[in-house]
C-alpha cells in the first residue's frame, strides 16, 4: 500500500517536473523567435503557449511580454498595448510593458487611455517616475495643452541623460506652438479676393498660388478682350467670363482650404516630432 502511493506521488511529481520543463521550452522558443525577429512566428507561438498550457504567474509575464513585443516590432500597437497590460507587476518585464504599452496608445491618439494605464502605472524606482512624467508631458503637449505641459516638465530633471536632448527639443516645440500664429483661412480668402493667388502664397503654398495668379490674369484678359471686340453679348464674351468668375470663386475657397491644409501639415508635423521625441528615450533605456 504505501510502495503504491510512493509510486503515485513518484510518477505525479515527475509529470510536473517534464510539464515544467516543456513550457519552459517552449518559452524559450518563443523568445529565440522574438529575438531573432521572427516577430509573426513569435505571436503565434505565445498564443498556442497561453491556450494550451497551464502557465504560473511568472510564465504568464514572459508570455505576455514576448507576444507584447513581438506585436510592437509587427507595429500592432493596440494588441500590443493589450498583451503589455497582462505582465503583472511582480515582473521584471513590468516597468518596461507598462511604459511601452503606454507610448503605443498615445501613438494611436487613444490619449485617455493612456493616462489611465501611466496612472495605474506602480513605478518601482526614480528612472520609472521620470518616464511617467516625461510620457505625461508629452500627451500634454500632443493635446496642446501648454500649461499642463510646462507645470509637468518642472517635475522632470532638466540633465537626465535618458532622455535630456529630447527633453529640450520638447520645450521647442512648446515654444514654437506658443509663439508661431495659425494661418487664418479668412484673411488667406480676402487676400486671394483682391490678387487672386496671394492666399495661397501666404499659406505657403507659392507655387500654387502663383499657377492660381496665372490662371486668373491670362482669364481675365481674354474675357476684357473678347468685351472690348465683340461685347458683352458676344457668347465669347459671355463664356470666357463666365469660366473667370467660376475660376475667381475657385480661387478663394482654395484659399481657404490652403490655409487650414497648412495649419494641419503644421500640427501633424509636430505631432510627429513630439512621438519621436517620446520614442527614442524609451528604446534607449529600457530596450
Same mark, same amino acid.
Given at each position: 500500500?504505501?510502495?503504491?502511493?510512493?509510486?503515485?506521488?513518484?510518477?505525479?511529481?515527475?509529470?510536473?517536473?517534464?510539464?515544467?520543463?516543456?513550457?519552459?521550452?517552449?518559452?524559450?522558443?518563443?523568445?529565440?523567435?522574438?529575438?531573432?525577429?521572427?516577430?509573426?512566428?513569435?505571436?503565434?507561438?505565445?498564443?498556442?503557449?497561453?491556450?494550451?498550457?497551464?502557465?504560473?504567474?511568472?510564465?504568464?509575464?514572459?508570455?505576455?511580454?514576448?507576444?507584447?513585443?513581438?506585436?510592437?516590432?509587427?507595429?500592432?500597437?493596440?494588441?500590443?498595448?493589450?498583451?503589455?497590460?497582462?505582465?503583472?507587476?511582480?515582473?521584471?518585464?513590468?516597468?518596461?510593458?507598462?511604459?511601452?504599452?503606454?507610448?503605443?496608445?498615445?501613438?494611436?491618439?487613444?490619449?485617455?487611455?493612456?493616462?489611465?494605464?501611466?496612472?495605474?502605472?506602480?513605478?518601482?524606482?526614480?528612472?520609472?517616475?521620470?518616464?511617467?512624467?516625461?510620457?505625461?508631458?508629452?500627451?500634454?503637449?500632443?493635446?496642446?495643452?501648454?500649461?499642463?505641459?510646462?507645470?509637468?516638465?518642472?517635475?522632470?530633471?532638466?540633465?537626465?541623460?535618458?532622455?535630456?536632448?529630447?527633453?529640450?527639443?520638447?520645450?521647442?516645440?512648446?515654444?514654437?506652438?506658443?509663439?508661431? &500664429?495659425?494661418?487664418?483661412?479668412?484673411?488667406?480668402?480676402?487676400?486671394?479676393?483682391?490678387?487672386?493667388?496671394?492666399?495661397?502664397?501666404?499659406?505657403?503654398?507659392?507655387?500654387?498660388?502663383?499657377?492660381?495668379?496665372?490662371?486668373? $490674369?491670362?482669364?481675365?484678359?481674354?474675357?476684357?478682350?473678347?468685351?472690348?471686340?465683340?461685347?458683352?453679348?458676344?457668347?465669347? $464674351?459671355?463664356?470666357?467670363?463666365?469660366?473667370?468668375?467660376?475660376?475667381?470663386?475657385?480661387?478663394?475657397?482654395?484659399?481657404?482650404?490652403?490655409? &487650414?491644409?497648412?495649419?494641419?501639415?503644421?500640427?501633424?508635423?509636430?505631432?510627429?516630432?513630439?512621438?519621436?521625441?517620446?520614442?527614442?528615450?524609451?528604446?534607449?533605456?529600457?530596450?
Amino acid at each position: 500500500m504505501l510502495k503504491s502511493k510512493f509510486l503515485c506521488i513518484f510518477f505525479a511529481s515527475f509529470s510536473l517536473v517534464a510539464q515544467s520543463q516543456s513550457i519552459s521550452k517552449r518559452i524559450q522558443f518563443a523568445n529565440y523567435l522574438v529575438n531573432k525577429d521572427f516577430h509573426e512566428e513569435g505571436v503565434f507561438e505565445c498564443k498556442n503557449i497561453l491556450k494550451e498550457l497551464k502557465l504560473n504567474q511568472i510564465q504568464k509575464d514572459s508570455v505576455f511580454y514576448l507576444k507584447g513585443w513581438a506585436e510592437y516590432n509587427l507595429k500592432h500597437l493596440k494588441e500590443s498595448s493589450f498583451s503589455f497590460q497582462k505582465v503583472s507587476f511582480q515582473s521584471t518585464f513590468y516597468p518596461k510593458s507598462i511604459l511601452f504599452g503606454s507610448y503605443n496608445l498615445i501613438h494611436l491618439g487613444k490619449y485617455e487611455n493612456a493616462t489611465q494605464v501611466l496612472n495605474n502605472f506602480r513605478p518601482q524606482n526614480k528612472i520609472n517616475q521620470h518616464f511617467i512624467n516625461y510620457l505625461f508631458a508629452g500627451i500634454d503637449l500632443l493635446q496642446r495643452d501648454l500649461p499642463s505641459f510646462r507645470k509637468t516638465v518642472s517635475l522632470l530633471p532638466p540633465d537626465y541623460y535618458g532622455f535630456e536632448k529630447e527633453l529640450k527639443h520638447l520645450k521647442i516645440l512648446a515654444n514654437r506652438l506658443e509663439t508661431q &500664429k495659425e494661418k487664418s483661412p479668412v484673411f488667406a480668402g480676402i487676400l486671394s479676393g483682391i490678387v487672386p493667388g496671394s492666399g495661397q502664397i501666404y499659406s505657403g503654398k507659392t507655387g500654387q498660388g502663383i499657377a492660381a495668379l496665372l490662371m486668373s $490674369t491670362g482669364l481675365a484678359l481674354v474675357t476684357i478682350e473678347n468685351y472690348e471686340k465683340q461685347g458683352p453679348e458676344k457668347f465669347k $464674351t459671355i463664356f470666357f467670363g463666365s469660366v473667370f468668375s467660376v475660376f475667381y470663386i475657385g480661387n478663394i475657397y482654395g484659399a481657404v482650404f490652403s490655409a &487650414k491644409i497648412a495649419n494641419n501639415e503644421r500640427h501633424a508635423l509636430i505631432n510627429k516630432q513630439v512621438l519621436f521625441d517620446l520614442h527614442i528615450p524609451l528604446r534607449n533605456v529600457f530596450d
